[in-house]
């Protein structure tokens, strides 16, 4: 059975998002830890956790995905942007431990003119201190492929490898983290430049090459507005765009991604997130 869902809003707590999840089809969905623009989150409501993994468990959902905020950028060159990033990240895993099993999505960040190394550097640098600080130890954390649009770090899979091999090699074994894995967004990859129409099978290899299918947790499942390589980020619904339903027919059915959590981020309402579920749904083999 495909794992399916997409982005709702977290407003209403744990339990209303699992929910408003089986009212339209999903077994999984994402959610926004706190504002995307801004940085203040929820008192966290510990019953509404408890009863939410006892619903999850109940109805079969999960993983769910928490995102970090867009304002969260861990290669900026000012210091005070990065320690509200480090802040933020360190608050959101502790609170994610009330929901073990959840994996949690961040965009690697922007360098701003400081250079990609460098960029590289910075983001390895905070996850460092931020699994010293909240010892994750439910919470997969995820880094996401970018489109590519301006200063984005993770715009190819060299830069993603980059990040984690840094991390990976300067933390002690006693204090890896349970799982430091990648979100692969689709329209991200194809406005990247990886041609996942034409050649899905060679772009999975190159991931599987470079960093690893092992390490690939999650797809973000979205059609794009634009040409392959443009570098610009514009979701599109599904069978809508340049990467089309055809396409999408071949993602959701891969070896390598079919028992992979598929997330929605597409422009829809929830009636249009619906029909999507069930649209993709009805591609599996």
């Known amino acids: 059975m495909i794992k399916i869902g997409c982005h709702l809003s977290s407003s209403g707590g744990y339990v209303a998002m699992g929910q408003t999840a089986v009212s339209i089809g999903a077994n999984v969905f994402q959610f926004f830890t706190r504002n995307p623009r801004g940085g203040a989150a929820k008192p ?13 468990a109940g109805h079969g959902i999960g993983p769910i995905l928490a995102h970090a905020p867009y304002t969260l950028n861990a290669a900026s060159a000012e ?19 009330h929901t073990p099993g959840a994996m949690y999505n961040f965009h690697p960040g922007s360098h701003v003119g400081q250079g990609a ?5 910075l983001i390895s640098g905070l996850l460092l201190r931020v699994f010293a600080a909240a010892k994750p130890g439910h919470t997969t954390v995820l880094l996401e492929t970018m489109a590519g649009k301006g200063s984005e770090v993770g715009r190819t899979f060299e830069e993603i490898r980059a990040i984690i091999d840094l991390v990976e090699s300067r933390l002690p ?28 099978d060679g772009v999975v290899g190159e991931f599987d090459r470079i960093v690893g299918i092992d390490r690939l947790k999650a797809i973000h499942a979205n059609d794009s507005m634009n040409v392959l390589g443009a570098h610009k980020d514009r979701h599109e619904k599904i069978g809508k765009g340049k990467i089309g339903l055809e396409a999408f027919g071949r993602i959701v059915n891969h070896p390598s991604l079919r028992d992979l959590p598929f997330y929605l981020e597409t422009p829809c309402d929830l009636q249009g997130y619906k029909e999507e579920i069930a649209l993709l749904k009805s591609l599996r083999r």
Not at 79 to 97: C, N, P, W
Not at 174 to 184: D, E, K
Request: aromatic share 10%; glycine share 8%.
């Open 173 to 200: 074994a006693a204090g890896r983290p349970p799982s430091l894995g990648v979100c692969l967004d689709t329209c991200h990859v194809w406005d990247g430049g990886y041609d996942i129409v034409n050649d899905l």
């Open 79 to 97: 210091q005070r942007t990065r320690d509200f990033a480090e802040s933020v990240f360190i608050d959101d895993l502790k609170r994610l431990e």
């Open 44 to 56: 966290l409501d510990r019953a509404d956790c408890r009863a939410f993994m006892e619903y999850a």
């Open 117 to 121: 190394d460098k960029g590289i550097e």
